[in-house]
């Protein structure tokens, strides 16, 4: 065969993977989601893990508690093609279906002979943990709370992440050479300062542990509880007493996942509150639909005011609200209504509206504390040595955010210890075959998640998975959905006849008759123009960020001008220079 | 009362397939056990681009005329498909493309152009036939699918015509078509479970007596092969040039061939050389080449050889419109050519009739000596009927020459006056039966004469000839209670169906209407249709011509002026036309 | 002729009213009236009375289809839009048609909402709201003795009497829910039910649908709280959520509805909003509310379309018939029906 194969560092080349592979542009630790797609229709599971454990440390983990940024960002899903490629459930799919496999050599790679600390064993401590490991570096791992998995196991209820799928990649990566150090407060138990002497870096991961506070009268009545104080509670094993009338204030993942305990827990009245719509939720339609069937209540357009109650909460006042202006963006604004204020009685009322990171002391005994400030790009703080990444740099965010500026931290950890980069992104091109994809497969419906059902079953064991993972069929009909972006359709035109025979077949309007191509600075094509008419036209273009992959194009060609390539965003260890290969 | 009359329309562009979506639509309805009347437009040009629209009439009884509504109409291009849309009737079913490759402007789109009555049924035919085959270039057989789930037709019909016909292309081509029906199927079974859809009463399944679907052209052709012809000499002209097509292919079978003449003037001097030979021969062509033959048709009728000639009637004059339909050759058919040169000249309605008169054509020529001409016309000779052709009996092959008698060895005379006015005619070659044939006017032994004498015999016998013809001809036809009518219609070809729908009509409100079929142009019947026109009180002649040439032929015989309905739009006449015209008569 | 072109998308009675009155308000403009059913306009509040054969399918149309064409209004029947750019004041329709206007109504009205925990039975459940539903029902009532209407919104009352018309034994449970824009209260349950037994309905205490078993073909077993019924058909009566989810990427304000202010004004110019799917902020009530009943949504068509047209015309006037629920007025026109 000998397909050729290039390495490409141009910035040309990485726009077009921005514009064509935009699952992957859209996930913060640019997962290659066709290649484990892909990997998973041709049934190699441990192959498709193993493409999303060099991107994603938890794959199992995220499979069930991904915010899918790549799923609003699938082609599938553009308006006329339907909906976007369940991507969050194969990933699941292959992490449940794959035989285990051995815990991997520790630290694999010769010593760098350097040490580095971790605060905080969370998403983002553990990839940064992981990467620094597999790269020479000997790490110590520094957890306040009991076990590793910060929010993951004390924020994210059991019924959503079951603790078995988390325990085990969390001992992998505990077996690549970490030393993990539980139940030590970084800051309390153990000095900032001393850290940095004995390391040659110390990288804070602490999260956001500090609830947000609506600052309301009667907030510190009994039966007030903070949404993530309630949670941890609840995923430690012992959850207050809630009594049978909840409110829950929050609209994220946070507040449905109190609302989903508070169920689990008796209470037959939960209604979660929002400031704003349903349409401005922050989980995903799917979370917001399993919430509502399990019996929660949402109720929308109310800004509380009051916590009612005397020895014990009784009651929220709430004014209505009236949706405002966009600011940029970002979120409509929010308007209270003038004399509008009524009262929901409650048992119990949960606030969820987000959480800061916890001040860490930089000297033991000092007078007054701040958070630490650090540059998000490149996770250095004010202090030589000391780096900051996840929720704890940039406030509260997404587990596969975490995931990856947790490794991106590591990177550039390594680079400072050592003067030189580790590994860098390149967009890696072979040759390949057309697709063996089928225009029926575009066509297969979205195979859904399956629940446990009927309702009442979950609450009977309330640790019980809600979602059962879907079967080996399943994951491989969707799989076939996905058009596998990752081709890339290029038409030939000093061979090109222009018979129009590729025009004709097209299933969307993918293929153009071109006056002009619009290119940027770097060089990438952003655009077309296009012509009606014949004497106007300079080429026939495959528009790739319209195409979908169906390789009719090329079955058609009468002159076999049309060449596929595999173009995909990877890895490799950074190479001298700005030469490829 | 039809149980079932439903009209079907395909439109769409040259290159989506809707000529042959329209002849398996017609096939599969056909052995669904209905009867058919169908007709397509397509592009003038020869590879043209332009607009297809299939026409097909569909009802558990035969039918006559085209119908001016349409029930049904697929459109598999949206723009051309709006020129259609007026025609649709009360709660037509439109079956479009909903999934074009791109948006489309308002407008664009045939959901803008029906009226809020219209059941529009919407499936992604490109997609579909896409999916299901790899290629878009069945997706006319996608919406064929759909066709059949709305009005709830076997499937299997359809699947069987479209095996048949693509099953010379190849393995690869049959499935890639099957796969694209049955998507179609499929999707429009899920899509369209919930909505009402139409009721199309199918007739029972029965043994089907052994019709079959065909063309004038082919009735016209397989005819002239029933009759033993083995001999065509023709130049192609639209919209005649399919006969000579199919005898191209048919004859070398039988031992016969077809000869591409240089034109038609050459074309003609063959026929009458074949005939002249003993050997029956034919051409078949339209009104341009059919004026070329005039002067030797005219030959034909002095030297008293048979001849038989199809003239497909098209648009005129000159070059006129080939692809659109007319009647107006009439004229030329019986009086084209110098002088006093009386032919026959017979008519038929519609595609059974194509078949009858062309097998007829060779005796008539044999026995009368002279040049026959079939004058059809273009929608007669596209359109495709579900009729029966049982093939020509014994009686209708016969040879119907007159040879001469042994008795007339050594002195025999071509041309000899009879009380019949037929000469019984020698072939030549044939020993002791020399003559003289000759275009010139010329004595009983055939040598050219010019005296007064002469050729005031000479043209009184060949007429009286041809008079007599009128016992082999077939006579007016009428449709009638038999009383005292109103209005009497007489028409002649195609025109004749739209004329009876009309006159069935008003007879079924209860007006005193009737209809006269005229088949034998000349000579006609006058006696039958003056004893007609005595009947009625007004006379109505509907006709695709300017001035009426049947109404100046045989108008004279009424006691007063007839009723002239003209139209020369190039298409058929519309029988709501004539029934409109009728009741301004009452 | 004038250079405008008002769409309204649904024929429901806001939708009808409301291309009516921008005939009578425009007379040179170019009206389009979108409608994804595939007949002209009728009355969806008589269906009940069709079910139960008291009026004929003809009394049902609001006019003959050839009106339409008389008052200039182009009705495109069977077409539903499934996209909507109020900026650009352009929509598509499902067969990619984009359709481009100067003025908006929306008038797409709600479809009948099955509360989440029950979507499992959802193929089992009749519920009504088109006239399809009501040859669906018509078709399956006399195949059964006895019905549970589940819900309790003013569409069930009148199938309610419907059915009891027909001699059916009727069975209903009452969801608070159900009642949404108005509030549940005690009270009002209490007189719910009192007037139902009256009638003969026998009225059940609980609202927890523990589950319901297929026992045979129209044959069905639920399990309510406590209680066991029994019955051949089950109709889910739990109002309407407003038909909104093609205006998701629109830019609209929604929340259950299109959220508009009392003009029925959406904030994006020419583009307003009536009838069963907006939602206005009612200060009497101190929430939001969405029109019941086909008087209120007649004259919120109007409303609609006088302010499309420049006037300045506040919905919710008072309605004919007045409900009193803890002491604040609500306007509906159906509750007395029953």
């Given at each position: 065969m000998g397909n050729q194969i290039r390495y490409s560092v141009e910035p040309e080349d990485f726009y077009y993977m921005d514009v064509n592979v935009p699952c992957q542009a859209a996930c913060p630790a640019a997962t290659n989601i066709p290649a484990y797609i892909r990997a998973l229709f041709e049934g190699r599971y441990d192959g498709s893990y193993s493409i999303n454990h060099m991107a994603n440390i938890l794959p199992g983990v995220l499979g069930r508690v991904c915010s899918r940024p790549c799923e609003d960002k699938c082609r599938h899903g553009e308006p006329e093609l339907g909906r976007p490629v369940n991507i969050c459930h194969i990933k699941r799919a292959a992490a449940d279906l794959r035989r285990k496999a051995p815990p991997p050599e520790p630290g694999p790679l010769a010593s760098l002979g350097k040490k580095v600390a971790v605060a905080g064993a969370g998403p983002a401590g553990l990839a940064a943990a992981h990467d620094l490991c597999t790269l020479g570096v000997a790490v110590t791992l520094y957890e306040a709370f009991e076990k590793g998995g910060g929010m993951l196991r004390y924020g994210i209820p059991e019924f959503r992440l079951p603790r078995e799928v988390l325990e085990e990649e969390i001992d992998y990566i505990a077996?690549?050479?970490?030393?993990?150090?539980?139940?030590?407060?970084?800051?309390?138990?153990?000095?900032?300062?001393?850290?940095?002497?004995?390391?040659?870096?110390?990288?804070?991961?602490?999260?956001?542990?500090?609830?947000?506070?609506?600052?309301?009268?009667?907030?510190?009545?009994?039966?007030?509880?903070?949404?993530?104080?309630?949670?941890?509670?609840?995923?430690?094993?012992?959850?207050?007493?809630?009594?049978?009338r909840v409110l829950v204030v929050g609209a994220g993942f946070t507040a449905f996942d109190c609302a989903r305990s508070a169920l689990r827990l008796g209470a037959e009245d939960v209604t979660i509150c929002l400031r704003r719509t349903e349409e401005d939720l922050a989980v995903t339609k799917d979370e917001a639909i399993e919430t509502k069937t399990e019996g929660v209540k949402i109720a929308s357009l109310m800004l509380s005011r009051k916590i009612l109650g005397k020895e014990r909460v009784e009651g929220v006042e709430f004014v209505r609200t009236r949706p405002g202006e966009k600011r940029g963006e970002g979120k409509r604004e929010v308007v209270a209504i003038e004399e509008s204020e009524f009262v929901l009685p409650a048992d119990c009322v949960i606030v969820a509206t987000g959480q800061r990171p916890e001040p860490i002391r930089l000297t033991v005994g000092k007078k007054g504390e701040e958070v630490l400030k650090a540059d998000p790009d490149s996770f250095s703080s004010s202090m030589k040595g000391l780096y900051v990444?996840?929720?704890?740099?940039?406030?509260?965010?997404?587990?596969?955010?975490?995931?990856?500026?947790?490794?991106?931290?590591?990177?550039?950890?390594?680079?400072?210890?050592?003067?030189?980069?580790?590994?860098?992104?390149?967009?890696?091109?072979?040759?390949?075959?057309?697709?063996?994809?089928?225009?029926?497969?575009?066509?297969?419906?979205?195979?859904?998640?399956?629940?446990?059902?009927?309702?009442?079953?979950?609450?009977?064991?309330?640790?019980?998975e809600v979602e059962t993972g879907l079967s080996p069929e399943q994951a491989q009909e969707e799989?076939?959905?996905?058009?596998?972006?990752y081709l890339h359709y290029e038409i030939d035109i000093g061979r090109c006849i222009y018979c129009r025979y590729c025009i004709d077949v097209a299933p969307r309007d993918c293929i153009k008759l071109v006056k002009e191509v619009k290119t940027n600075e770097a060089g990438a094509i952003t655009g077309f123009t296009e012509t009606t008419h014949w004497a106007e036209v300079n080429a026939i273009v495959i528009d790739n960020s319209r195409c979908i992959r169906c390789g009719e194009c090329m079955r058609v060609c009468p002159v076999n001008c049309i060449t596929v390539t595999k173009v995909e965003l990877t890895e490799r260890t950074a190479q001298e220079g700005k030469d490829h290969v | 009362m039809a149980k079932v009359d439903l009209t079907i329309e395909i439109c769409g562009m040259s290159g989506d397939g809707t000529i042959a979506a329209g002849g398996i639509l017609n096939e599969a309805m056909s052995r669904a056990g209905l009867s058919v009347l169908a007709f397509d437009s397509y592009p003038a040009e020869i590879r043209g681009f332009g607009r297809c629209v299939t026409h097909s009439r569909f009802g558990d009884q035969e039918m006559q005329a085209l119908s001016e509504k349409t029930h049904v109409l697929i459109s598999l291009d949206d723009k051309e498909s709006q020129s259609r849309t007026p025609f649709l009737a009360k709660n037509a079913v439109v079956l479009f493309d909903n999934k074009p490759p791109s948006y489309v402007e308002e407008g664009t789109s045939i959901a803008a152009h029906v009226e809020p009555d219209v059941r529009l049924f919407g499936m992604p035919f490109t997609d579909l036939a896409a999916a299901a085959s790899g290629s878009t270039r069945g997706r006319n057989l996608a919406a064929l699918g759909g066709f059949a789930v709305i009005f709830g037709v076997p499937p299997a019909h359809f699947r069987e015509v479209i095996a048949k016909k693509f099953k010379a292309k190849g393995e690869k081509v049959l499935d890639a078509n099957l796969k694209s029906f049955d998507a179609g199927y499929r999707y429009a079974s899920e899509a369209f479970k919930e909505r009402e859809r139409p009721v199309l009463l199918l007739p029972e399944p029965g043994k089907d007596e052994e019709r079959i679907l065909i063309s004038g052209n082919e009735a016209v052709a397989r005819a002239a092969l029933d009759a033993?012809?083995?001999?065509?000499?023709?130049?192609?002209?639209?919209?005649?040039?399919?006969?000579?097509?199919?005898?191209?292919?048919?004859?070398?079978?039988?031992?016969g061939r077809m000869v591409q003449m240089e034109d038609e003037i050459a074309?003609?001097?063959?026929?009458?050389?074949?005939?002249?030979?003993?050997?029956?021969?034919?051409?078949?062509?339209?009104?341009?080449?059919?004026?070329?033959?005039?002067?030797?048709?005219?030959?034909?009728?002095?030297?008293?050889?048979?001849?038989?000639?199809?003239?497909?009637?098209?648009?005129?004059?000159?070059?006129?419109?080939?692809?659109?339909?007319?009647?107006?050759?009439?004229?030329?058919?019986?009086?084209?050519?110098?002088?006093?040169?009386?032919?026959?000249?017979?008519?038929?309605?519609?595609?059974?009739?194509?078949?009858?008169?062309?097998?007829?054509?060779?005796?008539?020529?044999?026995?009368?000596?002279?040049?026959?001409?079939?004058?059809?016309?273009?929608?007669?000779?596209?359109?495709?009927?579900?009729?029966?052709?049982?093939?020509?009996?014994?009686?209708?092959?016969?040879?119907?020459?007159?040879?001469?008698?042994?008795?007339?060895?050594?002195?025999?005379e071509r041309y000899r006056v009879t009380e019949s006015g037929i000469s019984p005619r020698a072939i030549p070659g044939t020993e002791g039966f020399l003559f003289d044939a000759t275009g010139l006017e010329h004595t009983e032994k055939g040598r050219p004469d010019y005296s007064s004498e002469i050729h005031s015999k000479m043209t009184e016998k060949r007429h009286r000839k041809i008079r007599g013809a009128l016992n082999d001809l077939p006579e007016p036809v009428e449709f009638s209670s038999g009383e005292a009518m109103d209005v009497g219609v007489i028409a002649w070809g195609s025109t004749f169906g739209s004329a009876l729908e009309a006159v069935l009509r008003t007879q079924q409100e209860g007006m005193k209407v009737g209809a006269l079929k005229m088949?034998?142009?000349?000579?006609?019947?006058?006696?039958?249709?003056?004893?007609?026109?005595?009947?009625?009180?007004?006379?109505?002649?509907?006709?695709?011509?300017?001035?009426?040439?049947?109404?100046?032929?045989?108008?004279?015989?009424?006691?007063?002026?007839?009723?002239?309905?003209?139209?020369?739009?190039?298409?058929?006449?519309s029988p709501t036309l004539i029934y409109e015209r009728i009741k301004t008569l009452i | 002729m004038s250079e405008e072109h008002f769409i309204v998308i649904g024929n429901g009675p806001a939708g009808h009213h409301a291309a009516v009155t921008l005939r009578l308000e425009a007379p040179g403009a170019r009206i389009t009236l979108i409608s994804k059913e595939p007949h002209g306009g009728y009355r969806p509040h008589l269906l009940p009375k069709w079910i139960s054969g008291n009026i004929k399918e003809e009394a049902l149309y609001v006019c003959p289809v050839e009106e339409y064409k008389n008052m200039a209004i182009k009705l495109r029947s069977g077409q539903k839009v499934v996209a909507l750019n109020p900026g650009q004041k352009e929509l598509v329709l499902d067969h990619k048609e984009v359709l481009r206007f100067s003025g908006l109504i929306i008038s797409v009205g709600g479809t009948p909402r099955i509360p989440e925990p029950l979507l499992i039975f959802k193929d089992i459940l009749f519920t009504l709201k088109t006239l399809e539903d009501a040859r669906v029902w018509r078709e399956e009532i006399p195949r059964v003795d006895s019905v549970l209407?589940?819900?309790?919104?003013?569409?069930?009352?009148?199938?309610?009497?419907?059915?009891?018309?027909?001699?059916?034994?009727?069975?209903?449970?009452?969801?608070?829910?159900?009642?949404?824009?108005?509030?549940?209260?005690?009270?009002?349950?209490?007189?719910?039910?009192?007037?139902?037994?009256?009638?003969?309905?026998?009225?059940?205490?609980?609202?927890?649908?523990?589950?319901?078993?297929?026992?045979?073909?129209?044959?069905?077993?639920?399990?309510?709280?406590?209680?066991?019924?029994?019955?051949?058909?089950?109709?889910?009566?739990?109002?309407?959520?407003?038909?909104?989810?093609?205006?998701?990427?629109?830019?609209?304000?929604?929340?259950?509805?299109?959220?508009?202010?009392?003009?029925?004004?959406?904030?994006?110019?020419?583009?307003?909003?009536?009838?069963?799917?907006?939602?206005?902020?009612?200060?009497?009530?101190?929430?939001?509310?969405?029109?019941?009943?086909?008087?209120?949504?007649?004259?919120?068509?109007?409303?609609?379309?006088?302010?499309?047209?420049?006037?300045?015309?506040?919905?919710?006037?008072?309605?004919?018939?007045?409900?009193?629920?803890?002491?604040?007025?609500?306007?509906?026109?159906?509750?007395?029906?029953?």
């Open positions: 077996a690549t050479g970490a030393i993990l150090k539980t139940g030590v407060r970084v800051g309390i138990d153990v000095p900032i300062e001393d850290l940095l002497r004995e390391h040659d870096a110390v990288l804070l991961a602490a999260g956001c542990y500090r609830s947000l506070r609506l600052d309301l009268p009667g907030e510190d009545l009994p039966g007030v509880y903070p949404g993530l104080e309630f949670m941890m509670q609840v995923c430690a094993g012992k959850p207050p007493s809630i009594g049978n990444a996840g929720d704890y740099l940039t406030g509260p965010s997404t587990v596969i955010q975490a995931v990856g500026m947790g490794r991106r931290a590591a990177e550039k950890i390594i680079r400072d210890l050592t003067g030189k980069p580790f590994r860098e992104k390149t967009v890696r091109m072979e040759e390949t075959e057309i697709t063996d994809r089928k225009r029926a497969w575009d066509y297969v419906a979205r195979q859904e998640m399956p629940t446990v059902q009927p309702v009442p079953e979950r609450f009977r064991i309330p640790r019980t799989s076939k959905r996905c058009y596998l972006c | 033993g012809l083995k001999l065509y000499f023709g130049y192609p002209i639209t919209p005649a040039t399919p006969i000579m097509e199919y005898l191209a292919k048919a004859l070398p079978a039988k031992g074309s003609i001097g063959a026929v009458l050389g074949s005939f002249f030979a003993g050997k029956r021969a034919m051409t078949a062509t339209s009104g341009p080449g059919f004026a070329l033959m005039t002067e030797l048709i005219t030959h034909g009728v002095m030297s008293e050889t048979p001849a038989v000639i199809i003239n497909a009637q098209r648009g005129g004059p000159a070059t006129g419109m080939p692809s659109k339909t007319e009647q107006s050759d009439l004229q030329a058919a019986v009086f084209g050519g110098p002088g006093d040169s009386a032919r026959i000249v017979i008519a038929p309605t519609n595609v059974r009739e194509c078949y009858e008169f062309t097998l007829m054509s060779f005796q008539l020529a044999e026995r009368y000596q002279t040049p026959v001409i079939v004058l059809t016309d273009f929608f007669l000779n596209n359109r495709v009927e579900k009729v029966k052709i049982v093939g020509a009996s014994e009686a209708q092959r016969e040879d119907w020459n007159l040879y001469p008698d042994e008795s007339s060895r050594g002195q025999y088949m034998s142009l000349f000579p006609y019947h006058a006696e039958a249709i003056r004893a007609f026109m005595k009947k009625c009180k007004e006379i109505l002649i509907p006709e695709l011509n300017y001035e009426g040439q049947l109404a100046n032929l045989v108008g004279h015989l009424h006691g007063k002026d007839v009723v002239r309905l003209n139209r020369t739009t190039g298409m058929p006449m | 209407m589940m819900g309790g919104d003013l569409t069930s009352l009148a199938v309610t009497k419907a059915l009891l018309g027909l001699g059916k034994k009727v069975y209903f449970m009452v969801n608070e829910e159900a009642f949404w824009p108005l509030r549940w209260s005690l009270s009002l349950f209490e007189e719910m039910s009192h007037r139902l037994q009256q009638k003969g309905v026998e009225v059940l205490a609980d609202q927890r649908v523990k589950g319901i078993t297929r026992k045979g073909d129209c044959d069905y077993e639920i399990q309510i709280g406590r209680q066991t019924v029994r019955v051949g058909m089950i109709g889910a009566f739990f109002g309407l959520t407003p038909d909104v989810r093609f205006l998701a990427a629109s830019g609209l304000r929604l929340d259950r509805g299109i959220l508009v202010d009392e003009y029925l004004y959406t904030g994006f110019k020419g583009v307003y909003a009536t009838g069963d799917c907006a939602q206005i902020y009612h200060p009497a009530l101190r929430d939001y509310w969405v029109s019941v009943g086909h008087d209120n949504a007649v004259e919120l068509g109007r409303t609609a379309a006088l302010n499309l047209v420049g006037n300045t015309v506040k919905a919710g006037a008072a309605g004919k018939c007045i409900f009193e629920v803890q002491g604040i007025k609500v306007n509906t026109s159906w509750w007395t029906e029953f």
